[in-house]
């Protein structure tokens, strides 16, 4: 883990200067797409190693997003002009909407962020950092999960694909597990229940789209189509969003299996990535892909040894999302070990 922890350090103040930091103030919520590769880098290596300095730096990134928040109203060029706070993207395609994806994208790793000042009583017991959970968490359940679902859930929460509804899955369950608000718990849990078992406006959930693998039966395929099962399947660059997010279901013990997440170990280990320097770029195992796991086919790691042995000799997306995920993993295999 060492070792992990001194590449994350060779490159964290570069990515810090560069990317992150310009990000967390840009106004932007285009650019809060890649930011949200700094926060959970932080988060997964501050649960790796205990060291608080980066815990702080992810939630520099997110207070500082939160501190640049405007009305919508006063947002030029926004469709909503409504009284929830929010950010304008600069991306061309969408320049000064709001748009969900991009909050989504990077909030559930803020309320994963939040969850582990909940859950670490040294953390959650000193007055600086639930100040800012408190703080961040109402913004969280307001400004994020309540702006969205009241501007429409079917457009906004149950999105049209599997990978854009694992981020409001994935946060929902965050809240759900951290709201001392009963109505929004129950409503939480109805939105976490409905993307896994039974979506209101499609015809499937993400139970029902993964299914046994057409050419490999210890694996996992799934369309990112709803109600789609034939091939080619999920691309694996956005699948990396469904995979990280039943991987933090299952660690809290919610919906997704052990023998989910083993299936889906096999489908990277088999499938996707069948020898070195070979990639897929769908589920299925068709198509040439880049080999980018970082943010979500990565965390299978923490539970296969072996795996986590070829995911570090992997070399594509060294960065400090890869260096905390791969430390965390090593962390999360030594405990499991010890038990």
């Not at 061309?92 to 000042?117: A, D, K, M, N, Q």
């Not at 088999?270 to 892909?289: L, M, N, R, T």
């Not at 999302?321 to 962390?331: I, M, P, S, Y």
Request: net charge negative; hydrophobic share 35%; proline share 3%.
């Amino acid at each position: 883990m060492a070792d992990w922890e001194e590449e994350f350090l060779s490159h964290w103040d570069v990515e810090h200067a560069e990317s992150f930091l310009p990000a967390s103030n840009s106004r932007d919520s285009w650019q809060f797409y890649s930011l949200a590769y700094g926060i959970d880098g932080n988060t997964s290596m501050y649960r790796a190693t205990g060291k608080v300095q980066y815990l702080d730096r992810a939630l520099l990134y997110v207070d500082n997003m939160v501190n640049t928040a405007r009305d919508s109203w006063s947002l030029e060029g926004s469709q909503f002009d409504d009284v929830y706070k929010g950010w304008s993207s600069g991306q061309p395609e969408t320049l000064g909407e709001e748009v969900p994806l991009f909050e989504s994208y990077c909030w559930r790793y803020v309320t994963r962020l939040l969850r582990v000042i909940r859950e670490t009583p040294a953390l959650y017991d000193n007055a600086r950092y639930r100040r800012q959970y408190e703080q961040l968490l109402e913004f969280s359940e307001k400004e994020i999960f309540e702006k969205w679902f009241q501007r429409g859930a079917d457009a906004h929460i149950y999105r049209e694909n599997t990978h854009m509804a694992s981020h409001w899955a994935s946060i929902a369950m965050d809240l759900s597990l951290m709201t001392s608000d009963a109505a929004r718990k129950e409503r939480y849990r109805e939105v976490f229940n409905l993307i896994n078992r039974g979506l209101p406006n499609h015809p499937s959930s993400l139970r029902e789209q993964l299914g046994t693998h057409p050419t490999n039966a210890a694996a996992s395929f799934w369309s990112d189509e709803w109600g789609v099962h034939s091939g080619p399947g999920q691309d694996v660059s956005h699948g990396n969003a469904v995979v990280g997010y039943i991987v933090e279901a299952h660690e809290a013990g919610m919906e997704w299996t052990d023998e989910d997440v083993r299936t889906l170990l096999v489908t990277l280990d088999s499938v996707i990535w069948p020898s070195d320097g070979q990639y897929a770029q769908f589920v299925d195992g068709s198509g040439k892909g880049d080999g980018w796991f970082n943010d979500g086919f990565m965390k299978l790691g923490r539970y296969d040894a072996k795996l986590q042995l070829r995911l570090e000799t992997h070399m594509v997306g060294w960065n400090t999302q890869f260096f905390g995920n791969a430390a965390l993993n090593v962390r999360l295999l030594s405990e499991r070990s010890a038990h």
